[in-house]
């Protein structure tokens, strides 16, 4: 009877074992609460034998995508609070950290604790995140369909690796940008792709030149895998380069600008053509948060006596193209609505001069007002980012003063970048690194003043 039962006992534990073993994949929303934080090594675990990797992960985004200052005030001041208000939005409260914080989201730990608490959530997108998806979602990778199989097995790019500390084996998935595409590409509430860096790229030029994701924010560099490896090899280095590294995005655009004559007289008109090319992305400038991101061009003329002139641009006249040039009127109104203030009058849109062109698409929320929250977005506006090796062109006209003197007229073109519109994140009080302006390009030209 005592060996009946104990092969009773070991069958239970068999089929156990068979049921995991053969349970449905989860991804997505239906993921969350489906792992616990012991399941998920620290990414310390890791810096023993990765040692080239560990920092170069410590230094980027990955990271700080839950722990960096703007993606914390983004999430517990508007995204938590709007969530509990809004049932359209209630699941951005956990969904957010699908991507931002995937232990967490997996752990069910929702919210997590705020970044000063030094929880778990703080490992963002750690090593073990993503040497532990084992697969995706059929279609297009969108909202976090990564499979999440954490655990003794390792995936990565290579197949006969081994390791001391852990089993690997090899996923091609890993090498491929749908695997990018899983957390850089989203869908709002309201079905709109307010997050598509990897689907921009897969319809632009870069798959056909056999360039992926990783080989402009991985590149290839001579190295080890591990302190134990025996030589060198080409490997994609941890560096995730992007749009916090001004190293990335110094000269992605490239200007030229060009006046319709060389030579002129005070009192006449001129005309100049700017042209911007996106010289060096694979997806549009600027891509990812594009709500939150600034991309605009300041023309300046200045005259032999240092008298300056700010240049607005043409209008072209197409719809909804004024979300499209510099304006200060009041905007972002509901962040109101997120922070439940009934009488928010709103905030300067966009703290940029005046008839400045930007490079922007508007996110709209329900109301078809500007909104800086992608879950509230139900539409958008024009599409007026640069995609890649596309150039965009826009003419300033600028009537000489009569007065001006003879000589050389100099005409400046600054590309100037930022991470967050400025007026919000004064608002928000975020520090202000993230909204000052970058220099992306600059470029001048001149016209000789002439009786």
């Not at 449905?24 to 990797?53: I, M, N, T, V």
């Not at 230094?59 to 005030?73: F, K």
């Not at 001006?404 to 202000?432: D, F, I, N, S």
Request: some cysteine; overall charge negative.
């Amino acid at each position: 009877m005592k060996t009946i039962a104990s092969l009773c006992v070991a069958a239970a534990w068999m089929l156990a074992g068979a049921s995991v073993a053969w349970a449905q994949p989860k991804w997505g929303d239906a993921a969350l609460g489906s792992r616990s934080y012991d399941d998920f090594e620290r990414p310390r675990a890791c810096a023993g034998c990765h040692r080239a990797f560990f920092p170069q992960w410590q230094m980027s985004m990955m990271s700080q995508a839950y722990t960096h200052h703007w993606d914390e005030i983004e999430y517990f001041e508007l995204a938590v609070p709007h969530a509990d208000r809004e049932p359209k939005v209630a699941g951005v409260k956990a969904g957010c950290n699908g991507c931002h914080a995937p232990i967490s989201f997996l752990a069910g730990d929702v919210p997590p604790p705020r970044p000063e608490k030094r929880s778990r959530a703080n490992e963002s997108v750690s090593c073990d995140v993503c040497h532990t998806i084992s697969g995706r979602a059929e279609g297009t990778p969108v909202n976090f369909n990564y499979i999440s199989s954490p655990g003794r097995t390792k995936y990565g790019p290579r197949e006969g690796v081994e390791s001391p500390h852990h089993t690997t084996k090899k996923l091609e998935l890993i090498r491929q940008p749908e695997f990018c595409g899983t957390c850089h590409n989203e869908q709002s509430p309201y079905g709109m792709w307010v997050k598509a860096t990897q689907i921009e790229y897969a319809e632009g030029p870069y798959p056909k030149m056999g360039l992926r994701c990783h080989d402009c924010h991985m590149p290839l560099a001579e190295g080890r895998v591990a302190s134990m490896s025996a030589e060198d090899m080409p490997l994609h280095q941890h560096l995730f380069f992007g749009a916090h590294v001004m190293a990335k995005i110094r000269g992605a655009v490239e200007l030229r600008l060009v006046p319709d004559r060389l030579e002129a007289s005070p009192g006449e008109t001129v005309k100049l053509t700017l042209y911007a090319f996106n010289a060096k992305a694979g997806h549009k400038i600027p891509t990812g948060s594009v709500e939150d991101r600034q991309l605009w061009v300041h023309v300046e003329a200045v005259d032999g006596k240092g008298n300056r002139y700010h240049l607005p641009v043409d209008p072209k006249g197409f719809p909804g193209e004024e979300t499209t040039i510099g304006s200060n009127q009041p905007a972002w109104f509901d962040l109101g609505v997120a922070q439940g203030k009934a009488d928010f009058s709103g905030i300067p849109r966009d703290g940029v001069p005046e008839g400045s062109r930007i490079y922007r698409m508007a996110y709209l929320n329900p109301k078809g007002e500007m909104t800086i929250m992608q879950w509230y977005t139900a539409s958008f506006g024009p599409d007026y980012r640069i995609g890649p090796l596309e150039t965009k062109t826009d003419t300033y006209t600028f009537k000489i003063p009569g007065k001006a003197p003879l000589g050389p007229l100099t005409v400046k073109a600054t590309l100037y970048y930022r991470l967050l519109v400025k007026p919000v994140g004064e608002y928000l009080k975020v520090p202000a690194e993230e909204y000052e302006d970058r220099v992306m390009n600059e470029v001048e030209t001149q016209i000789e003043l002439v009786d």
